[in-house]
């Protein structure tokens, strides 16, 4: 397994597949029988689109009068200038896949994309969705695929022969990790050379944010609220210092790749690793003791009421404004976003984190890291990660939170240097009050 990464968002539909040429542009229409042709656009990662044309496929297989056709794009910087050119240009394809949360945003849906705000289209969607393909009071896409967790992954054969209990505060979490370090394995691995891996105990302790400090990711947006001088907030950073302060991380974690720490894990020689469950199913082929042997919690916070976990949510199926035929993309989407729709899905790619769609269950054999995460989901214990409820993402964050974690920089001063690196990004989106 092997897998780059940029930006934690771009993680979870990228899958380090590499990029190639946009391929089939232009809008569905009407067949010589009467057929009306949908098209479906989608990056051209490997995971990506075997997901779309399954369920396409499953789709075209019960509709008699809509056919869907699906057509790719780029990746990453690339695909995202195809997506907002097309829009821009009224040469968009009648339904498009995209990342939801803040990159919606910047697509101006209110002028682009068909709002979906109290259509039937949206009946079997999870409340809890809702806000991250929102703006403005107004619903425009609908889930498609399953989200990811954003915690801890945890080798739960070390966790029985030691005799632990799934940590609830971090207070619990660091006796976890002294019993380990003192049984001779690594209690908390570190990746630093995938610099985006050092991100993960400040992005996935969101959940503990938000509890304590609910309008956070709001005045965060507005420059109202810093990481510095917001104490919830400035927490993850603390946590990063201490994991290296106290000598948890495995030797050589500043130059260790995620492949390395995913072994280290497997092998139990490792008990903890701050990750994101996409990176699991690519375990599966070969070491499918993965599926049963890694388990996975949310970043522990203070209260052992509330531990819960931070989502990074599934990305969602969009309708172009101007498509001409917005009553069969509608018929479309209410598929994808049902549970036949998502069966579909589940029958090529085992998910990575919960289904957004209700009714619409986990298989049976689904790795127990992501049954884990199901459990907060239907516990209630859940918030989105910053980037799905705030644009504001500065560009330095992985270099600094190396920083922090290899202990060259104090939490307070990182996070303050995070509060200035954002300030260009946010100037640049045009936000109020920057």
């Keep these: 397994m092997k897998i780059s990464h940029r930006r934690l968002g771009g993680a979870v539909a990228a899958f380090g597949v590499a990029l190639t040429a946009l391929t089939a542009c232009g809008s569905g229409g009407d067949s010589a029988d009467g057929t009306v042709e949908l098209s479906f656009l989608v990056d051209n990662s490997e995971t990506t689109l075997a997901q779309a044309n399954a369920v396409a496929d ?16 780029p990746q990453g910087t690339e695909g995202d200038n195809v997506v907002k050119t097309r829009l821009s240009t009224g040469d968009m394809s009648d339904v498009f896949w995209y990342p939801s949360g803040s990159l919606l945003q910047a697509l101006n849906p209110a002028q682009s994309i068909a709002d979906l705000t109290g259509d039937p289209v949206l009946k079997d969607v999870e409340e809890g969705f809702l806000p991250v393909v929102s703006q403005d009071a107004k619903v425009y896409g609908v889930p498609i695929g399953s989200g990811t967790g954003g915690g801890i992954l945890y080798n739960r054969k070390v966790y029985a022969e030691l005799g632990l209990q799934v ?4 207070a619990e979490f660091t006796a976890n990790n002294d019993k380990i370090k003192a049984a001779g394995k690594t209690a908390v691995i570190s990746t630093f050379k995938d610099s985006w891996s050092s991100q993960l105990l400040v992005l996935a302790d969101f959940y503990n944010v938000q509890n304590a400090a609910p309008t956070f990711a709001q005045d965060y947006t507005a420059n109202k609220a810093k ?33 390395q720490g995913m072994k280290l894990l497997l092998s139990g020689e490792g008990a903890h690793f701050p990750m994101l469950t996409f990176t699991l199913p690519p375990l599966l082929k070969d070491n499918p003791e993965a599926a049963t042997d890694l388990g996975f919690f949310g970043v522990p916070g203070t209260d052992p009421a509330k531990a819960g976990a931070t989502i990074w949510e599934p990305a969602a199926v969009y309708a172009a404004k101007d498509t001409e035929h917005l009553a069969e993309a509608k018929k479309f989407m209410a598929f994808v976003a049902s549970p036949a729709g998502i069966d579909a899905i589940k029958d090529i790619s085992a998910p990575t984190g919960p289904y957004r769609v209700k009714g619409a269950k986990l298989p049976d054999d689904a790795m127990q890291a992501v049954k884990d995460i199901q459990g907060y989901i239907d516990a209630g214990l859940t918030a989105p990660a910053l ?23 104090p939490p307070a001063e990182g996070a303050g240097q995070y509060d200035k690196d954002v300030e260009k990004q946010a100037e640049q989106l045009g936000l109020a009050g920057w």
């Design 58 to 73: 499953a789709f075209n297989a019960t509709s008699t009068d809509v056919k869907v056709e699906v057509e790719t794009r």
């Design 387 to 409: 980037e799905y409820l705030s644009p504001v993402k500065g560009p330095s964050l992985e270099q600094i939170t190396v920083a922090v974690g290899s202990g060259l920089t």
């Design 167 to 170: 940590p609830k505060t971090w």
């Design 227 to 259: 990481f510095a001088t917001t104490p919830a907030a400035l927490t993850g950073f603390a946590h990063l210092n201490e994991v290296n302060a106290k000598g948890y991380q495995n030797k050589g974690f500043g130059s260790a790749t995620v492949d």
